[in-house]
Nanobody, 115 residues
């Protein structure tokens, strides 16, 4: 069983920054893919950023140049550094781990960008 716990969300003014963290525990295999998704009210959940165990990344066009995904030294932790935040970034952000053809999700953390 795999558990994911996100942290770091909150309220920030436009132009500000936040850093989200996701810690994975349980049986974690090498070769997994971790990523961040978000879901705004009334919208579908969308990919924000993904990161393979080999270090390859991909980003949604809307966050390129502003957000950075990275892994911690423990490899079971993934971060999302969010800079130059905009009101349209407001959403619940979810961490996902994919391994052995299964997807595991965290409970989500709220990010609100507002003045």
């Amino acid at each position: 069983q795999v558990q994911l716990v996100e942290s770091g969300g909150g309220l920030v003014q436009p132009g500000g920054s936040l850093r989200l963290s996701c810690a994975a525990s349980g049986t974690i295999f090498s070769g997994n893919v971790m990523g961040w998704y978000r879901q705004a009210p009334g919208k579908q959940r969308e990919l924000v950023a993904g990161l393979t165990s080999g270090g390859n990344t991909n980003y949604a066009d809307s966050v390129k140049g502003r957000f950075t995904i990275s892994r911690g030294n423990a490899k079971n932790t993934v971060y999302l550094q969010m800079n130059s935040l905009k009101p349209e970034d407001t959403a619940v952000y979810y961490c996902k781990l994919r391994q052995t053809f299964k997807d595991y999700w965290g409970q989500g953390t709220q990010v609100t960008v507002s003045s």
